[in-house]
Each structure stands twice: as C-alpha cells, then as structure tokens.
C-alpha cells in the first residue's frame, strides 16, 4: 500500500512561486515513478510532471516547460514541484501520483493518488 501526501500548496499572485511536496509512505521509493497532475474548476485532470525512479528521466506537459521542476529525494521518501512564473491559468487542485516501474502521463495507469493540495494564482 503507497500513502501519499501533499503539502506547500498556497495563494500567490501572478509571477510569484511555489513548491509543492509529496510524503510517500512506501518500501522501494526508487521503484516507483512519481508524477504531478493538476485539475482546475470544471475541468478534467491533466499530466504536469513526470519523474522516474532514479531522477535521470523527467517529463513535462507543454504548458508548465521552463517553468515547472520535478526532482525528489528517495532518501526522504519525497517529491517536489518547484513552479515558477505562475499564471491564473496554473491555479488547480495539484495532486501527486505513483506508478511502480511504469514511465507514462497517462493517468490511469496511476494506482496511488495523494488527496491534492490547492494552488491558487491571482493576477
């Protein structure tokens, strides 16, 4: 059974940052791929970012590229976005997400979502 939980979401202005993180209570951290997927009000979720187990892959979607970046710390069981220059368009329930040796942005190959953690962006 994989735990996730988020943290670091927040209200910021146009522009600003945040980081968000992602607690993983699992054995075998490094074997899974962790991903970030968001969903704004009245709209379907969507794939943000990618990670593989070893951090030597990432992958983003279009909109977050050179704003958006995902690392972790296998020995501290956690994940992070680190997103930049944010935009009213960013702002969205953000949620973590596990996948054990799988690499995909498709979301239903995730088995273990975290409970989300608001983002909210004024301009």
């Known amino acids: 059974q994989v735990h996730l939980v988020e943290s670091g979401g927040g209200s910021v202005q146009s522009g600003g940052s945040l980081r968000l993180s992602c607690a993983a209570s699992?054995?075998?951290?490094?074997?899974?791929?962790m991903g970030w997927f968001r969903q704004a009000p009245g709209k379907e979720r969507e794939f943000v970012a990618l990670?593989?187990?070893?951090?030597?892959?990432?992958m983003y979607a279009d909109s977050v590229k050179g704003r958006f970046t995902i690392s972790r710390d296998n020995a501290m069981n956690t994940v992070y976005l680190q997103m930049n220059s944010l935009r009213p368009e960013d702002t969205a329930v953000y949620y973590c997400?596990?996948?054990?040796?799988?690499?995909?942005?498709?979301?239903?190959?995730?088995?273990?979502w975290g409970q989300g953690t608001q983002v909210t962006v004024s301009s």
């Open positions: 699992v054995r075998a951290f490094s074997s899974y791929s």
């Open positions: 990670i593989s187990g070893s951090s030597s892959s990432t």
């Open positions: 997400a596990a996948d054990r040796w799988g690499w995909t942005s498709a979301e239903n190959n995730y088995h273990y």
